[in-house]
């Protein structure tokens, strides 16, 4: 597999390096049991966008006034 897409997975054909693009549903994983998820987006708080903040440039342009 080369990439995991929300749906669909790009998978390489080694054979023939052709790129196939699959269902996830269409996979079987030796008739394993198992759920393919999105793992949920993590959301900064307060302290880590403060922590992530860059002063402002000190270029003329860019000042107010």
Request: hydrophobic fraction near 45%.
């Amino acid at each position: 597999m080369l990439e995991f897409r929300r749906k669909q997975a790009v998978v390489l054909d080694a054979a023939t390096d052709k790129r196939w693009l699959i269902a996830y549903v269409a996979i079987d994983l030796d008739s394993a049991d198992v759920e393919i998820r999105e793992k949920p987006a993590q959301r900064l708080g307060r302290n880590e966008v403060a922590g992530r903040l860059q002063p402002a440039p000190s270029d003329a342009r860019f000042q107010c006034g």
